[in-house]
């Protein structure tokens, strides 16, 4: 901005400020002959006075801002000296930013990237009641807590909760495990055996999805599987409840459930990621038992003399887990080992065609290489299939897991192993066990901070599987007059409105509009009125028991429409299938021509979601699939992405006078999951981390474009990749910025203010950032691209202008009178398009590598290439940018500087380290970390020589070292 620049002299910024003054007579007169055209349509239309009134009022106050501005301008310009015009000069400002209220964009915290997985929380469990007791016992959980473990039961263990539903689904499993060959009635070990033997353990904390939603995924954790054992028993009249304590197990056992693995440390932090409190006993110097804190279920069941087979009537409480189960696990035909693909040659003859200097720009890579590569190596994995695994089905290809299913007549009584302790029973579960989200809205500008926001808390299970959207509706009868004066007339014989008839945009000013969150279509929260395009806040906010919790925030003009999907770990091939028919459903209806019974929701609000829906859909499938091939075990975790229907405003003095559609957006604010490798090979996990954060930059731009494009009318989207990708190939440098260079590059990058001070921040958490020199101007989009990757864990932000980390199309659909709540006035052709190629998709995604074997063997076959193959010059950069951070693993001081004293190689050691990170594997390193404690903690350094006390520390760093390196190569020869 020319007022705050410092570096231009004040003669300089006079004459530029003279020439914007001269500019505002022909502004002003625009926007006078636009006001006269208003009112005069206002009069015509025969608008209520309110209306002409609310429209009078605002020329009166933009004719009094635009005095008091030309006024501050010419005293500004009349100023004398450098003091006098320094001092006008922040009056002027102050009077502009309390005028025109500061949109800049939310700026990115680095220190929780989007992008991320979660680390081990080091919470070890506890084994002691008196410890869970003062933990739990949260106010307002009293009447929830259960005293008595052998009391007889009352009628709150036959209540449906927030997780126990009784669903039609739910009644209907429950009906058909209760009429089995082996009798009919009430059957508790039919019920309790069909549980444990179909629902696959998830290692995840708290209470995510509830019964009814369990039911559907069949993946679940030991607090949604308890709730579902706890629903179908309740329904069937059968007591049951929780029960919560701290158990123990064999290693063997311990790495059989979680997953597979073979290295027990890998197993514990997995199982830490997902905020699990769990603890090692090592023995001989290995962990041999594994203690852990966990959800069972407590059931009152007839077992004397019945033993569960029958119920009568109950007469004890007996321990059920059926969580717990032993897994066989099978390899893949292993693809990679025997048809090695020869990576480095090929990085070789790209890095061979580009151009990498020192400042760290890349261009000029031919990406005819990467398809080359492609199709010869594609070809040779063919010729291998069909010479040696002819008859290999898609299942062979990859790494499986199966449930080793028990049965028996009755029920056992017992568990499969050691309880130290049960120490809190609930007949519903309290909220600090429960996972939640809170939405809350409110405006920025300080006009409206009287305004009531809009503000709601949901636990995830009421939630779990559901439609969310975020729109405005018009707050009063006069406010949809005003819009519905601006929309042609309906035809008469029912036919849909000509397109072109409909307005490029709407008086913003005259149209007050209330915000409405829906789940399921059904509105649950209103917020105040405010004008169309003021600026409001949109924070979401997660609380996860025992995980980190996470606060989101969005800037969202008001008249946008937001379709939020939320990943509660799982997405069901029945929540796909259920909104398919809804879409079918609202096709069938634009067909017949019965707008009636159609609204906002089945027309846009459908669709935003269903966008969010798949882009989350086709993203765990994929990384599902690769965590397979990679050796890993992956487990997503609650995570958020918003597909919107954007606007533009054209604001005069902070107020918005007109709006018009922007195009679409797509913001994955939070993608989180918990990822361990099975062997406990760092590197395999680190590589999966890094691809698998590429692809979910990729799908930012790939599947809105698959959606919204028609054969006469395609549409190009952007995403950070796809944006770096265009400015590849339009020959702008890309510079990869770090703590070392970027003094150097930031003079020499073109980009807007918010993006720069991103970069900064993200460059002094230790990020690395990828960025174009300069904006791109695509398909109607201007802007960057920008990726800010962590080298430790491979997670990232993959960020484009805007504050986005997204993508973007710059599609018109002709739907702000949709938006608004005017269903008659649809683009009916766009949308039947849109509907028919969603369908289309859906059935896509659910097909792709589950039977057709060469497109899986693809799959599985090519590696980085799996990125996305639309656009070849994406993968080079993905290439680079992997054998970079690849090598960088293999030769770490290339990103620390070399260790100069024993602290600093401890620190360092301990820095790429997960044994040292997450435990102490010695009586020795427990001791001289206590010595090193006392040395920091306890040290009077007025009475020692501090040269003295840093050479105690770096002596025992040193040891630490040394011992952490003898222990690592031990276990870790490579």
Not at 845 to 870: M, P
Not at 915 to 933: D, I, W
Request: proline share 5%; hydrophobic share 35%.
């Amino acid at each position: 901005m020319i007022l705050e620049n410092p570096s231009i002299d004040i003669n300089a910024r006079k004459k530029k400020l003279r020439a914007l003054l001269e500019s505002f007579p022909e502004i002003g007169n625009k926007l006078d002959e636009e006001f006269k055209n208003t009112e005069k349509h206002l009069k015509e239309k025969d608008l209520p006075e309110s209306i002409l009134e609310r429209h009078k009022d605002f020329v009166a106050e933009y004719e009094n801002n635009r005095t008091m501005f030309d006024q501050k301008m010419k005293e500004l310009l009349s100023s004398m000296n450098e003091g006098e015009f320094k001092k006008k000069l922040d009056m002027t400002i102050e009077y502009m930013k309390r005028t025109v209220p500061d949109k800049k964009q939310i700026p990115l915290n680095p220190s929780k990237l989007p992008e991320r997985t979660s680390l081990p929380g080091g919470l070890k469990p506890r084994l002691h009641k008196d410890d869970f007791i003062k933990e739990l016992k949260a106010p307002g959980d009293n009447s929830k807590l259960v005293t008595s473990k052998s009391a007889p039961p009352g009628d709150e263990y036959l209540q449906e909760t927030g997780e126990i539903q009784f669903s039609e689904a739910i009644k209907a499993k429950a009906k058909e495990l209760s009429e089995t060959e082996r009798g009919k009635g009430p059957l508790p070990v039919i019920v309790y055996e069909w549980v444990k033997n179909n629902v696959e353990y998830v290692p995840v904390y708290g209470s995510i999805q509830g019964a009814d939603k369990c039911l559907e995924t069949m993946k679940c954790n030991s607090f949604d599987t308890a709730s579902l054992l706890i629903s179908l028993y309740r329904y069937l009249g059968i007591h049951a409840r929780y029960a919560y304590g701290a158990f123990e197990m064999s290693a063997e056992k311990f790495m059989n459930w979680t997953g597979g693995f073979t290295d027990v440390q890998a197993a514990m932090n997995f199982a830490a990621s997902g905020g699990i409190p769990v603890g090692g006993i090592i023995e001989g110097g290995k962990i041999k038992t594994v203690q852990f804190e966990h959800m069972i279920v407590e059931a009152w069941v007839d077992y004397f003399p019945s033993r569960g087979s029958r119920h009568r009537k109950g007469d004890t409480w007996i321990r059920l887990d059926p969580s717990y189960k032993k897994y066989e696990y099978t390899d893949g035909i292993p693809i990679a080992d025997d048809v090695p693909f020869d990576s480095d040659t090929l990085f070789n003859d790209l890095m061979s065609t580009a151009t990498y200097d020192q400042e760290g720009n890349i261009t000029g890579v031919d990406p005819s290489l990467i398809e080359a590569a492609r199709e010869s190596y594609h070809t040779e994995v063919l010729d291998y299939m069909s010479q040696s695994h002819p008859d290999a089905e898609t299942d062979d290809l990859f790494w499986t897991k199966k449930i080793i299913k028990k049965e028996h007549p009755y029920l056992m009584g017992t568990l499969q192993y050691k309880r130290k302790v049960i120490a809190v029973r609930y007949s519903e579960l309290p909220d600090s066990m429960r996972h939640t989200i809170s939405f809350t809205l409110s405006p920025e500008s300080i006009y409206y901070s009287d305004t009531s926001p809009l503000s709601i808390t949901k636990s995830l299970p009421e939630i779990a599987g559901k439609k969310i959207t975020v729109s405005y509706s018009p707050a009063l009868p006069e406010d949809e007059a005003v819009i519905q004066s601006y929309l042609p007339e309906l035809p008469d014989d029912g036919s849909p409105v000509d397109p072109s008839l409909l307005p490029s945009s709407l008086p913003a000013y005259l149209i007050n509009l209330k915000p409405e969150l829906r789940i399921d279509g059904e509105v649950v929260a209103t917020g105040g009125a405010v004008p169309m395009g003021t600026v409001e806040k949109l924070d979401i906010s997660f609380s996860l028991p025992l995980l980190s919790d996470d606060n989101i925030s969005n800037h969202i003009l008001a008249g946008e429409y937001f379709g939020i999907m939320i990943d509660t770990g799982v997405i069901s091939q029945n929540q796909v299938d259920s909104m398919t028919a809804k879409l079918e459903d609202t096709q069938s209806k634009i067909d017949s021509g019965n707008f009636s019974s159609l609204d906002k929701e089945d027309l846009l609000g459908d669709m935003l979601y269903s966008t969010a829906l798949l882009y989350f859909y086709d993203l765990n499938n994929l990384r599902d699939l690769q965590s397979k091939r990679m050796k890993v075990n992956y487990v997503k975790l609650p995570s958020m992405a918003i597909f919107s229907y954007k606007l533009n405003t054209n604001d005069v003095y902070g107020v918005p006078v007109s709006a018009n559609e922007s195009g679409l957006h797509i913001d994955v604010d939070r993608n989180v999951s918990a990822v361990k490798p099975r062997d406990g090979n760092f590197e395999d996990n680190y590589s999966y981390k890094l691809m698998t954060s590429f692809e979910s930059s990729v799908h930012e731009h790939v599947i809105p474009e698959s959606l919204y494009s028609f054969p006469d009318d395609p549409v190009e989207g952007v995403s950070a990749f796809k944006a770096l990708d265009i400015a590849w190939e339009q020959d702008i440098p890309l510079y990869s910025v770090t703590e070392e260079n970027i003094e150097e590059i930031l003079p020499q990058l073109t980009l807007d203010s918010a993006v720069i001070n991103d970069i900064i921040n993200g460059v002094n958490a230790g990020l690395e950032v990828t960025v174009s020199r300069d904006n791109i101007d695509f398909e109607g989009w201007h802007g960057c691209g920008y990726v800010m990757l962590d080298s430790d864990t491979g997670g990232g932000a993959f960020m484009i202008s805007g504050g986005y980390n997204g993508g973007a199309i710059a599609r018109n659909m002709n739907a702000i009178a949709v938006s608004l709540g005017l269903s008659n006035y649809v683009n009916t052709n766009k949308v039947k398009n849109y509907i028919a190629q969603t369908k289309t998709k859906v059935i896509d995604f659910r097909d792709k590598c589950k039977s057709e074997i060469e497109a899986c063997i693809a799959f599985v076959t090519l590696g980085y290439f799996t990125v996305i193959s639309h656009h070849p010059a994406q993968v080079a950069w993905a290439l680079y940018i992997l054998n970079k951070y690849n090598n960088m693993k293999k030769a770490e001081s290339l990103k620390v500087p070399p260790p100069k004293s024993g602290f600093d190689k401890y620190y360092h050691c301990t820095g790429f380290c997960e044994v040292t990170k997450y435990t102490f594997l010695s009586t020795h390193l427990a001791m001289q970390l206590g010595v090193l404690k006392e040395l920091y903690d306890e040290v009077d350094y007025g009475n020692y020589d501090w040269e003295d006390i840093v050479a105690d520390i770096d002596g025992i760093c040193a040891g630490l070292f040394t011992s952490c390196h003898d222990y690592c190569i031990a276990r870790y020869p490579k």
